[in-house]
């Protein structure tokens, strides 16, 4: 079957690519050119690429030409695009459309885990709203007129080879500097807003399995999550336990610890991230995907962060 993967270089794609096809599809990287995959792989050999700019005028037409039997969108950020694709691929062979949406569909908790799939509350930014407004439109357009949609939200991509949210909740390296010094960081609030890394492997996993378990997964939205979460302060108290040090671990409050960290763009980054303190159910996902993941949220961080001490970032 051929499948065409919408943005296929990055994180997801890394892994998603090789399961495919190391598992007999024919497989079409639709790249901007920019990046390359964050693991060699020799499946890659195998792959067509086509360099095409989702900003370019023909973009949907020229998806719609390759006749795909699967498309995985995994670079769709806006809901006038989800209906253009979705509008395009109608009139082709497409027999699955897989977008990918985001944890940031979902607005604030009221209680935990979330249940797989359900919407709740507004989403915090307008990243999140579209994200909502587009799994709502495929799940839409799949009852009303059979269009082969599947949804799936990742959590927060981690991994060795880049950047991962922090014990601050953001991309900041520097509370891992500090706690590989053995110095004393502090924490937002009482450190006990959680964060919910998840290793792009799994993500990908979650993606293969839905093509593979293709009639479980017409119509429903899943999570692709590792099934924990860890708070602030015991990601904090983890580190200084990886690098050998004592915790030096204290808290001020949101306003004060903002001047702390001393950079307004990341501290919005990290209440965007806190101000949901997501976990996950995936029982769903376990029972109609087949979903074993492979990583635990705690080998995810140990693995982004040795990364980081290899490329001698710390």
């Known amino acids: ?25 024919e497989v079409t990287n639709i790249t901007r050119g920019q990046h390359k995959p964050y693991e060699d792989n020799s499946g890659w050999d ?22 795909a039997d699967i498309v995985i969108d995994l ?14 691929l109608k009139k082709t062979n497409c027999k699955h459309y897989l977008y990918c949406s985001s944890c940031w569909a979902r607005g604030l908790a009221d209680c935990l885990p979330f249940k797989s799939g359900e ?26 007129n059979g269009f082969p949609a599947t949804c799936i939200r990742p959590g927060q991509i981690s991994g060795a080879g880049w950047d991962i949210i922090s014990p601050w909740g953001n991309l900041s390296k520097e509370p891992f500097k ?15 807003e959680t964060i919910h890394h998840v290793h792009a492997y799994d993500v990908a996993q979650v993606f293969y399995n839905a093509v593979t378990y293709r009639e479980n997964a017409l119509g429903e939205v899943f999570e692709a999550a590792s099934g924990a979460s860890v708070t602030l302060y015991g990601y904090a108290k983890l580190m200084y336990e990886f690098f050998g040090k004592e915790p030096e671990i204290k808290f001020l409050s949101w306003d004060k610890w903002c001047e702390y960290e001393g950079n307004a763009e990341e ?16 029982e769903k996902e376990k029972q109609l995907l087949n979903y074993k993941p492979k990583y635990t949220n705690i080998e995810t961080i140990k693995l982004a962060v040795q990364s980081y001490i290899d490329r001698g970032l710390i």
Do not use: W
């Open 267 to 282: 501290c919005e980054h990290t209440y965007l991230h806190i101000a949901r303190s997501g976990c996950y159910d995936i």
């Open 1 to 25: 079957m051929k499948v065409i993967v919408i943005g296929g270089s990055g994180h997801i794609g890394t892994y998603l690519v090789p399961m495919l096809v190391n598992n007999g599809y």
């Open 75 to 88: 670079i769709n950020f806006n809901i006038n695009d989800t209906v253009n694709i979705a509008e395009a």
């Open 46 to 67: 195998k792959v067509k690429s086509i360099v095409l700019d989702r900003k370019s005028e023909d973009f949907e037409k020229n998806i719609a030409e390759q006749n």
């Open 119 to 144: 919407e709740t509350g507004t989403p915090l930014c307008a990243y999140g709203k579209d994200k909502l407004a587009s799994e709502r439109y495929l799940c839409e357009q799949y009852k009303q």
């Open 178 to 192: 500090r706690i590989a010094k053995g110095e004393e960081i502090y924490l937002p609030n009482f450190g006990m």
